[in-house]
């Protein structure tokens, strides 16, 4: 039996979305079950529609497509079809991943034979994907993740990387101090630490990186252990094995 493909459009061209959608009509096994514009409007209609295929804009202003995929809490997540301008690095990604992707302009051909393949991967039902992992945890080395996508008072919103002053551990968490207030993102500190810009950050604890612009003092306690007072006039702990790397990167940045 043939897997029903229920399928969310996302691109911030109305055109494309239009084009897509027409073709996607044609096909007796496609529901079209939304659409999307944006980043953050992706993210939620994804957790809420549970699409099992999504079409996906790489260039979006805001949240581009790889920033989507890499704020989903959710479990399986949907096979992806990306859709792409001319970003050459994505599209190396793409082919080293084994990730189908349609290359604009494309044409109805191109659409149904990546249509075609999203059916085989989805068919199989109990194999596990690790392809779409894979190529974030490659994108954002290379790259770095400069927005990160937190749910705050309900809705979805963008924290971007200059806007964090330090990031705490909290578990499998961690907080996002702004001058805004603290934001909870599901995320380990040390996987934050491999993809923050690191021009601006410093892991300087076992649970804390820091903002170097942000750092006016450091200063020693009775005890012996130091801390970092920022200009919000908080304050980080310093942990003794980080001292050193703290020390030169903190006067080279000035």
Same mark, same amino acid.
């Given at each position: 039996?043939?897997?029903?493909?229920?399928?969310?459009?996302?691109?911030?061209?109305?055109?494309?979305?239009?084009?897509?959608?027409?073709?996607?009509?044609?096909?007796?096994?496609?529901?079209?079950?939304?659409?999307?514009?944006?980043?953050?409007?992706?993210?939620?209609?994804?957790?809420?529609?549970?699409?099992?295929?999504?079409?996906?804009?790489?260039?979006?202003?805001?949240?581009?497509?790889?920033?989507?995929?890499?704020?989903?809490?959710?479990?399986?997540?949907?096979? &992806?079809?990306?859709? =792409? @301008?001319?970003?050459?690095?994505? #599209? /190396?990604?793409?082919?080293?991943?084994?990730? %189908?992707? +349609?290359?604009?302009?494309?044409?109805?051909?191109?659409?149904?034979?990546?249509?075609?393949?999203?059916?085989?991967?989805?068919?199989?039902?109990?194999?596990?994907?690790?392809?779409?992992?894979?190529?974030?945890?490659?994108?954002?080395?290379?790259?770095?993740?400069?927005?990160?996508?937190?749910?705050?008072?309900?809705?979805?919103?963008?924290?971007?990387?200059?806007?964090?002053?330090?990031?705490?551990?909290?578990?499998?968490? &961690?907080?996002?101090? =702004? @001058?805004?207030?603290?934001?909870? #993102? /599901?995320?380990?500190?040390?996987?934050?630490? %491999?993809? +923050?810009?690191?021009?601006?950050?410093?892991?300087?604890?076992?649970?804390?990186?820091?903002?170097?612009?942000?750092?006016?003092?450091?200063?020693?306690?009775?005890?012996?252990?130091?801390?970092?007072?920022?200009?919000?006039?908080?304050?980080?702990?310093?942990?003794?094995?980080?001292?050193?790397?703290?020390?030169?990167?903190?006067?080279?940045?000035?």
């Amino acid at each position: 039996m043939q897997t029903e493909l229920r399928v969310l459009l996302v691109d911030d061209e109305p055109l494309v979305r239009a084009g897509l959608r027409d073709v996607l009509a044609t096909q007796p096994d496609v529901l079209v079950v939304g659409e999307a514009g944006d980043g953050l409007t992706a993210v939620a209609a994804i957790e809420t529609l549970q699409p099992n295929l999504v079409f996906l804009d790489v260039q979006m202003p805001g949240l581009d497509g790889f920033g989507v995929l890499a704020a989903l809490d959710s479990e399986p997540r949907p096979e &992806v079809v990306f859709v =792409t @301008a001319f970003e050459q690095y994505a #599209l /190396r990604a793409f082919d080293a991943h084994a990730i %189908d992707y +349609l290359l604009k302009p494309f044409d109805d051909l191109r659409l149904l034979a990546a249509l075609a393949r999203a059916r085989t991967w989805l068919a199989r039902t109990n194999a596990r994907d690790d392809r779409v992992p894979a190529l974030l945890a490659d994108v954002a080395k290379a790259r770095g993740r400069d927005r990160f996508v937190v749910k705050h008072a309900g809705r979805l919103q963008l924290v971007h990387a200059h806007a964090i002053h330090w990031v705490e551990a909290r578990g499998n968490y &961690v907080h996002l101090h =702004t @001058a805004d207030g603290a934001f909870l #993102l /599901r995320e380990t500190l040390t996987a934050l630490a %491999d993809v +923050l810009p690191r021009e601006r950050f410093l892991r300087v604890h076992r649970s804390a990186i820091v903002a170097l612009p942000e750092v006016t003092a450091m200063r020693r306690l009775p005890a012996g252990d130091h801390e970092l007072l920022l200009r919000s006039e908080e304050r980080v702990p310093l942990g003794r094995s980080f001292r050193e790397a703290f020390a030169a990167s903190w006067r080279g940045g000035g």
